[in-house]
């Protein structure tokens, strides 16, 4: 019989691996649960409004948390080395979040970004030692990160395809930590989780986790102008695309992602540009700091179910999440110049919205 050894060099690989899975999983033992915010909002009585705030993550956003498992996804299936360049296709925040992992473990890693990219979030990704490649269109970014991982021997995470698979639904994740927080509140389970979709893993892994744990809270997904998502959930059909790009960065999409599983959500809303960008600013009024537009999102479709809860005379609480911060985006949804020449009609949304909660 012939016993195969490893070599040296393969054992100082697997070490690494141990080493680079350790650091991450202290690097998330380690962190503080983000903090939920509640938000008092006199003119829907009988509902109480919570916000995740993810923003507080160390590298800015709700993808602090994807980032990670997509590492650990990728360490643990042995695909990343020591050494191995990583590629990932991303709307900026998942890039970011990318970047600031692939430092601590020093590895290479180019990120696939559309030009109209938040500069901040180009600038961000820079500073951690990583690089942009842009391309004009958000459905270019699949192929050309491909690419470039076969061209480099690469390592594409591809979070559109791996963050439902990546992400433990089954707990130690965001929406466990939404409910031990609200259980230490003294709070019920609540009404609604509302979450937007990008690739679509949160909401999946959100919606998993309530069957899972035998919820009856339900799962409303919002989505913007231009991002196929709600029209595919309503049809059926997966195969559907969009022939412009959303203008809600880190959200919606021109075709419908593999980590999108529309099972196990219980319902959708469709935002309009317009009125996140009004309900960004008003809950950036209401909070005392900026948030992100994806979060004006959120909040609108909070709004709209909480409306539709006492329409119906129900009271109860509802929980959305803050994506990132709103300092990422003061090129555009917080210039004034910016928002005139693209969404006029937004302010009078903030205003409207102002003038019902700002009391």
């Known amino acids: 019989m012939t016993f195969i050894y490893p070599s040296s060099e393969s054992r100082q690989q697997r070490q690494w691996v141990l080493n680079a899975i350790a650091m991450l999983e202290q690097e998330e033992q380690s962190a503080s649960a983000t903090p939920l915010r509640k938000l008092s909002l006199p003119s829907l009585p009988g509902i109480t409004l919570y916000l995740k705030d993810e923003s507080t993550h160390p590298s800015g956003s709700l993808k602090h948390r994807l980032a990670r498992s997509l590492l650990l996804y990728g360490l643990c299936n042995g695909h990343i080395l020591p050494g191995t360049p990583l590629v990932e296709a991303s709307s900026g925040s998942t890039a970011v979040s990318v970047a600031f992992f692939a430092r601590q473990l020093q590895l290479p890693f180019t990120a696939v970004m559309t030009r109209s990219t938040a500069a901040a979030k180009i600038q ?127 959200i919606g999409r021109p075709k419908v992602e593999p980590s999108f599983i529309s099972g196990v959500i219980d319902r959708m809303v469709k935002v309009t540009d317009v009125n996140s960008i009004g309900a960004m600013k008003t809950l950036s009024d209401l909070l005392g700091s900026k948030v992100g ?37 003061l090129d555009s949804y917080y210039s004034q110049k910016w928002v005139l020449e693209y969404f006029p009609e937004a302010e009078t949304v903030h205003q409207l919205l102002n003038e019902k909660f700002m009391n």
């Open 124 to 250: 961000a990704i820079q500073d951690l030692g990583g690089h942009c490649h842009l391309v004009e269109h958000a459905h270019q970014v699949y192929d050309v990160a491909q690419q470039i991982a076969d061209q480099q021997n690469s390592y594409y995470l591809d979070q559109f395809t791996n963050a439902e698979r990546a992400t433990n639904w089954r707990g130690n994740n965001l929406p466990e930590e939404i409910f031990q927080q609200l259980n230490d509140l003294g709070e019920p389970h609540p009404d609604y989780l509302v979450m937007s979709a990008g690739t679509g893993g949160t909401a999946t892994t959100m919606g998993r986790y309530l069957r899972y744990h035998g919820m009856t809270t339900q799962l409303c997904v919002a989505d913007p102008e231009n991002s196929v998502f709600y029209d595919s959930y309503i049809s059926g059909n997966r195969n559907l695309t969009a022939l412009y790009s959303s203008r809600i960065e880190g």
């Open 293 to 329: 537009a994806s979060t004006g999102t959120n909040f609108y479709a909070c709004l709209l179910l909480a409306k539709d809860m006492i329409d119906t005379g129900q009271k109860g609480v509802i929980v959305s999440v803050i994506c990132d911060h709103g300092n990422r985006y």
